[in-house]
């Protein structure tokens, strides 16, 4: 049977990684993600999860252990946050570069130095061309279905997915959640089966060193070389965006949530101006919107829940009737704009009737992201009279600032 629960995201998280039936769990704590592995860590130590919880020293060896346990056939997780993401940058690329279907939840934490154990983007989206699938929920109910439909995603496409979700907003917050019937998900996911496991019965090759051009392998098949292989990845990952939607249509059939894994809007189909937010920002710009629609102002936002790939035509196609659009982040490309900024629009240079973009950024480090302040700037962008000279759109606005 289901269950609903009232607990933590991480806790939520926990349970759906035991769930989904991963059999090796190897991660190192690090704030605001040690909770999720100390669960794990007691599931395992009660008998009451199937699974072998590797200790380790830390976070690299921590992906190294998952990328062993996924080549010997092994569904593997792990999970980090901040700084223990970019300690694992090396073994990110390993692991998408070795088409290894790895879950990592990473709750998201802002990045030293200085040093910081609060909430924002950075360490996700300084990771963003690593080669994985980068999806962000918004509540705990969203950590529990994103965790184990990405299982499924990343043993189809054979990428590595990253379930994001915000440090404390999420990890540490009470919220009512239902977990789906164990039996019920064992027939949505079923055991991973790895095609090319290691097995001394059956020896192969595996990412040894490739050379620049195409050449035959031992069976006369022409095989591709390192530039092949990558536009593979790339090309692949672009068609995860389909396999997404058709894991979620499924998801949603079965268990009866779903419905909008790419994006998530709300009072969008009349608005003249929308917000593109990720994660918990997006939820808390429902209230800006309900509050500029008491003002006369057609509002809405659009929530992005896949970051990687990037939704470019569904996007671009979303943004079509709005009048203005506002890029609400809490990461940053240093010395551009904010990253999902440019992503967008980037997406809607080639639409002839593009929509006006403005970028601000928010709550970095963990600053206060006050709800009356996001109102306050987004009524201002709506009522903007005088078209803005190109430089000023294209110029971050920082909301919150002290100095």
């Avoid at 996924?70 to 223990?84: E, I, L, M, P, W």
């Avoid at 059939?253 to 929308?274: E, K, M, Q, T, W």
Wanted: charge should be negative.
């Amino acid at each position: 049977m289901s269950e609903k629960r009232i607990d933590s995201g991480n806790t939520a998280a926990a349970l759906a990684v035991r769930l989904a039936g991963a059999e090796v769990i190897a991660a190192y704590p690090i704030t605001p993600q040690t909770p999720l592995t100390e669960k794990l860590s007691e599931l395992i130590a009660a008998g009451e999860m199937d699974a072998e919880y590797v200790a380790v020293e830390s976070e690299h060896s921590a992906l190294g252990v998952c990328i062993g346990a996924a080549s010997a056939g092994v569904r593997a997780f792990t999970a980090t946050s901040s700084n223990g993401l970019l300690y694992m940058s090396e073994q990110l690329h390993w692991a998408a570069g070795a088409r290894l279907p790895l879950v990592m939840c990473v709750v998201n934490r802002g990045v030293g130095a200085p040093w910081s154990v609060w909430n924002d983007h950075q360490d996700a989206i300084s990771q963003r061309d690593a080669g994985w699938i980068q999806v962000f929920a918004k509540d705990h109910q969203e950590i529990v279905d994103m965790t184990l439909k990405a299982f499924r995603l990343a043993e189809l496409v054979h990428i590595p997915v990253m379930v994001n979700y915000d440090g404390y907003y999420l990890s540490h917050t009470y919220m009512p959640y239902e977990l789906p019937d164990a039996a019920a998900v064992k027939e949505f996911l079923p055991p991973y089966r790895y095609l090319h496991t290691l097995d001394p019965a059956r020896p192969e090759s595996l990412n040894t060193v490739t050379l620049p051009d195409a050449r035959n392998d031992i069976h006369g098949v022409k095989q591709g070389g390192y530039m092949d292989i990558r536009h593979n990845l790339h090309q692949e990952m672009r068609l995860a965006m389909d396999l997404w939607e058709e894991i979620d249509a499924d998801y949603q059939r079965r268990f009866g949530r779903g419905g909008a894994p790419i994006l998530d809007p709300y009072r969008c189909a009349d608005a003249d101006f929308v917000v593109v937010a990720m994660g918990t920002l997006a939820n808390q710009f429902r209230d800006v919107v309900d509050r500029l629609r008491e003002d006369g102002l057609k509002a809405g936002v659009l929530a992005l829940q896949i970051y990687r790939p990037f939704p470019t035509a569904r996007i671009a196609e979303a943004l079509q009737g709005a009048k203005g659009v506002m890029v609400f982040e809490k990461g940053l490309s240093y010395g551009n704009q904010g990253a999902l900024y440019a992503d967008l629009k980037s997406a809607l240079y080639p639409y002839p009737n593009r929509p006006a973009l403005q970028n601000f950024i928010v709550g970095l480090g963990g600053r206060d992201i006050r709800t009356d302040d996001l109102y306050q700037h987004m009524k201002s962008a709506c009522l903007q009279e005088a078209p803005l000279a190109p430089e000023q759109l294209d110029t971050p606005q920082w909301i919150g600032l002290q100095l």
